[in-house]
């Protein structure tokens, strides 16, 4: 199994007490731990603007200009983003972005992309808030124009949603084939059919029953579309609360409770609880065993957050240590 690392970027009240101008060393510090060890294939940030599971004035850095800053700064690690939202950016432009990032990066992006979901932060920076089938409808097409452009260097679509005429696409990525794309969320009727089209990578979880019927449903539409199923590697998100013991476990869950206190205080016993009940919750031999099962399923990719990641390294450092090591090799 592969891994990733979502790096602390405020949009889950996951940098709060630190001071704006430690913020990004903050980062760049977890960032270089996980480029110069071998657990961690790839580094992750979100794509949005307001924090949850409120919105607050507290800070919410952009995912793509992080992706720049981390592109300078690391030398090994992929870098991607789960997940941009489509619509939050014209597609060329988008992709002329993410060009330029992998050649920053000595090609090493990877592009994760989806339909979009935050109400709020839709409304609140202009965007309206389209129905679920146009906002899949324009992922579909963005995603046609970023591929043209990175595999031929120009794109033509008169879509719509999206029109594009002549769009040139220079520099390219230096990846061959273009960017790997990740097309997150499970809808079944039409994100997993965008997936079988166009994905390196998928990206949905809610437990395991769900797992393997999406994963027969992604099959059925790789079938449909006359794409090889073994070709997509399938991915989810995990937030990780670990411990050396059941004790230690509790001991964190107390931590997030009170940290959340501090800035949204009604929601702070139900944060706790939401992780307590998560799959990657417990000791280091429960979360082996758990992966072990989801690898089993086909699972190849596990992307994990941390909630203390800005302010304590023990539970990443703990992971690397007694979790990784069981799975990866």
Known sequence: ?????????????????????????????????????????????????????????????????????????????????????????????????????????????????????????????????????????????????????????????????????????????????GIPLWIAGGGEKKTLRIAAQHARYTNFFGSPEEFVHKSGILEEHCRGVGRDFGEITRSANFNVVVGASEADVDHKLEWVREHYRGVIPERADKTAEELRGGYLTGTPEQLVERLQHLEGLGLGYAITYFADAAYDPGSIELFEREVAPALYG
């Open 1 to 177: 199994m592969r891994f990733g690392l979502f790096i602390p970027q405020g949009w889950r009240l996951d940098l709060v007490g630190i001071d704006p101008r430690d913020q990004w060393p903050v980062m760049r510090r977890l960032a270089e731990h996980a480029d110069g060890g071998t657990v961690w294939e790839s580094l992750w940030v979100y794509d949005h603007f307001h924090t949850t599971p409120e919105p607050t004035q507290e800070a919410t850095h952009e995912a793509w200009a992080l992706m720049a800053a981390l592109a300078a700064s690391t030398d090994r690690v992929r870098l991607g983003q789960m997940c941009t939202c489509m619509s939050y950016r014209n597609p060329a432009y988008l992709a002329k972005v993410a060009s330029t990032v992998d050649v920053v990066s000595g090609g090493r992006v990877e592009m994760g992309i989806g339909a979009g979901w935050y109400e709020h932060e839709w409304r609140a920076y202009g965007y309206g808030f389209p129905r679920a089938g146009e906002r899949i409808a324009r992922l579909d097409e963005g995603v046609q124009i970023m591929r043209r452009l990175w595999e031929t260097g120009t794109a033509t679509l008169d879509g719509e949603h999206y029109q594009v005429d002549g769009a040139l696409g220079y520099p390219q990525p230096l990846q061959e084939g």
